[in-house]
Structures are given as C-alpha cells and as structure tokens.
C-alpha cells in the first residue's frame, strides 16, 4: 500500500470533522451532510490552498456553519432505503441511467501529477484541482518534499537514488524561488496605487510560474472531484486497468469511499463478470495496439524538439457549413438544401448571417449557438508539460497523449536566465533526465515519475469550433501562463490562416494576441481585491 501522510487532528476536530467526511486519516475521503454551496465553496477554495481540504474545513469554513444540530447525523442513516429503492428501478427497468442522478464531491489528495491527468480524463465530472501558480513547493509533508513515492521502485536497486534526485530538484526549486521572486520585484516595481498584498500575490505567481517547470512530476497535487455514480464508476474501471500501480492502488482508496456514500452505482465495478471484464477489455486493447505500434511505424532518427502547434485537420468547407448549420432553426427546408443555397450566396451575404448569430458579444462568456460546432480542427501540439497539465483540463474536446518523457527537450523560461539561475536550472534537468533513463527499462510506466514539468510533451487536441473559441479566448487571456498563452494564440493564427477560416477567427474576438505582461496576475489582484472591498461584511459575532 502507497505510505501516504495521514494528518493529525485534535479530539475536538475529529469530533467535527467525523459528521461531515468519510474519515480522517486517507488522502480520499468524500464530503457527507454538507449544503451543496458549501461543498462548492470548500472545492474552489481549495485549488489555492496548500491546506488538505479538512484543515481547510476546520479552519475556513466551520465557523459559518451551524454545527451543533448535527451531533447527530450518521451518513449511513437512509442508505438501506436508498440501496432498495434502486435495485427495485434497476430490476424493474434496466434503467442504468439512475446512476446519473446520484452526484458526490470527493476530495483526492496527495496524487502524483501522472495520476491527476488520469483521474481528469472523463469528460461528465467536474474537477479543481491545487494550482502550482498558487502554492509553493518548498514546503514538507511529514518531513519530506511532496512527491509520490513508488513502492516498487523504492524497494528496487535504484530506490535511494529516486528520493535523492527527486530530493535534488525540489531543494533546487526552493533554492531558486527567492532568487526568481528578487529578480521580478527588480525589474517591475510596485505601482504606488496597488497594495502590499496585490504586489507579493503578482511576484509570488510569477516566480512560481517561472519555476514549475522544475517540478518532477512525481509532484503531488489535491484534487476535487464532483461527479455522478455513472461518471465514477467510469473513472474506477480506468483506474482498474491502468498499467501504473499509483492508479490501481488509488482506484481501490476510491471505491472504498464511494461505496460508503452511493453503493449501489457502483456494485459492478469489481464484479468478475461486469467491471471486471471491463477493465480487461481496455487493459487488452491497450496493450494490443502498442504492441501493433512498435511493429507498424518505423521512427526517424530525430524528431523536432522546438514547441510548436500544427493543424493537421479541417474542413475547408466549414464556414460554409456553420453559415448553413446557423439558418436551419430558422427554416423549413432541409439540410442539403440550405448548404446549397449558402455555396450560391456573396459574401456579403454570410458574413450578415454569422454577424447576426453571433451578436454583440460584449462578454467572453457570451457563447453562440451550436451551428459553430459543425466544423472542427485537429491540433498536434508540442509543449512543456505545466502547458499540457492546464489544456488537457478541457475535457469536451478530443485530447490524446504519449507518455511523458525527456526525449522531445525541455523549455527554460527567459526570466531564470535573466535571474543568473540557467545553471541551476540546466543541472535540475540533467538529473530528471538521467533519472528518467535509468528507470526506463525495468519501470516504464513510473519512469515518468522523474521528468520534470518542464520537459516537452506531444499530445493532439479536436475540438469543433465552438470549444475553439472558448479554449482560445480563455486561454490567450494576459493572466495566463505564458506557455499555454502561445499554444492557444498559434490555434487562432492556425484557424485563420491555415484552415482559412477568418470569419469563425474573427468571431472570437476576445483572444489576446499582446506579448507576456510583466506580472500576469497583477490585474487578477487587482480586481479581486477590488471584489473583497466592495463584498458585504460578515457580522461580528
């Protein structure tokens, strides 16, 4: 079993704490007897926190809550009613889709950076997960640098190494940070109208930006996750069938939860027959069309190392099509018929049509309809993997990815070469690469383990062109990480040029093309602050 760092509470706090999560010593608990406002607080809170989601609890939230009259309340209570009433509909209908109708928030904590994008995979849940631009690293859990710990490796001849290397590269992130911090209040000093605490929150960002990229992703992370019994079941056969040992183990802390709070929707999961089969099925064709890879495509002897976005599928007749797909709410006729009358018609002419679909968008939140997803583009993208950890998040789209390794070359942020810390820098990804090589061979899978967020990985992204504009406009905003600014500005030059799609380009009008700000969070700061100026006080008490 993984040795996770099981928190300590006083008698007290475990008196509170027991009403409301699954228990209190596993890094995955679910929330129980809780307002669902509360629970969606405590989860946004939480991506901005380096508190575990129950020290959080104890030390943000209780003091809102009326706890007294749940002295109570088991989470078991109704749960028999509940597992009845179930089988009768599952009995009587078949009905699978009642799974759909049971949601739970589930906090997982302390999982690798390799297992985050494994347990955000699902397009019908919805996650928060503990933002690097927002939490330091330099700090311990349990007296060690938080990063996962393979049981198989560290029992293996090359375990002392691992911890060594992976203690190496955190010291040298915690050495770099107040360099990285100096070297950005130098350069951009505080604007006499921002306050203290604006200023340190935009420094903080943006040394912690320039130096995630030394994090292994070994690095672990919390997690929420909101999603239905249907959803987690789901999630639970991936896990099952996954190849690396940090997933199957974790999958079992899960159901161990879920089964606690929905234990009806997921009665199959481990079934021999059922869940079982299921997991085999995707074990088997995974390692199927590997081994059919290794036979049928034949490598060249280097690949491009520079990161790089590339379009490598469109419809050049997709304006075409959206321009169509916009009118036929508004017709009679079908659709063959209006996509031949828009090929006849000017330009002019379509061009009035998006313009009076689209609208006044006044707001990068104001969405048109679904005509733009008629058409669709297929992205092959080459970035560092902090850039990929935040797109991959986008999960109505199609976004498929090799493993992680040193091989595609890693990305230096100018600011450590301007700061004097290159050196440093370059020494922390010999070791991740080195790291990585050595235990590639006998653990292939956890070999990711010792590459470092900087490192390039190569993944493809479809998405139609309504996820387009909502990928592109949010993540070209100046706030952004400049990684995954350039990634999302290249889509939209791509589009338009490229596919030749300059009215659906031109329809995403909120896009930011400007250079890399000095601070990106600096206005974020500003505004929010301006937010909790203007926020109604709560009574004293």
Known sequence: M????????????????????????????????????????????????????????LDEFVGDLEVAG?????????????????????????????????????????????????????RLMSYLEQSTRYIAYDTRLGGRYRYHRDEAVLSSPFGARFVGDMDSMFDTYAELLPL??????????????????????????????????????????????????QGFEQLLLRLR?????????????????????????????????????????????????REVARRVLSEPASTPS??????????????????????????????????EQVRRMSVEDRLAVIRAYVGDRSNRRHKPGRALERTSYRFDILSDYGAFRDLQRHRLLTVEWQDLSPRHGFVRPEAVADAGAMERFDAAMETSAALHDVLAE???????????L??????????????????????????????????????HHLIAEAAGHRAIAEMMRFVDHSAEPELERLEAERRAEARRATAPRRPVP
């Open 2 to 57: 993984i040795p996770y760092v099981a928190e300590e509470f006083t008698a007290a706090e475990q008196s509170v704490l027991r009403r409301y999560f699954t228990n209190l010593d596993q890094p995955v608990f679910a929330l129980v007897n809780l307002p669902e406002v509360v629970k969606g607080a405590l989860f946004a809170r939480y991506s901005r926190s380096a508190k575990s989601l129950r020290r959080l609890f």
């Open 70 to 122: 749940d002295v109570t309340v088991d989470a078991t209570i109704g749960v028999q009613r509940a597992e009845a009433l179930y089988e009768r509909v599952f009995v009587e209908y078949g009905d699978d889709s009642v799974a759909q109708l049971g949601g739970v928030h589930l906090a997982c904590e302390q999982a690798s950076n390799v297992l985050t994008k494994l347990l955000e995979w699902g």
């Open 180 to 229: 990285l911090g100096d070297h950005f209040r130098e350069i951009t000093p505080k604007d006499p109208s921002d306050s203290d605490f604006v200023y340190r929150q935009a420094i903080r960002a943006k040394a912690f930006d320039a130096l995630r990229g030394l994090l292994p992703a070994a690095a672990t992370s919390n997690v929420g996750i909101y999603g239905t019994g």
């Open 241 to 289: 069938a996954s190849e690396l040992p940090e997933a199957v183990e974790y999958g079992a802390l899960m159901l161990e939860e879920l089964r606690k709070v929905i234990p009806s929707f997921l009665r199959r999961v481990d079934v021999a027959d059922r869940g079982g089969a299921w997991s085999a099925y995707l074990a088997t064709n995974r390692s199927a069309i």
């Open 306 to 339: 520079d990161s790089k976005v590339t379009l490598v599928d469109f419809d050049p007749d997709g304006e075409v099509k959206v321009v169509a797909a916009m009118l036929y709410s508004s017709s009679h006729l079908p659709d063959a018929v209006i996509e």
């Open 442 to 452: 006998q653990f292939p899978m956890q070999a990711q383990y010792a590459v470092a």
């Open 454 to 491: 900087a490192y390039r990985i190569r993944y493809v992204m479809q998405m139609n062109a309504r996820e387009a504009m909502h990928l592109i406009e949010l993540r070209s905003a100046p706030q952004g990480h400049p990684s995954y600014r350039t990634v999302a500005q290249d889509m």
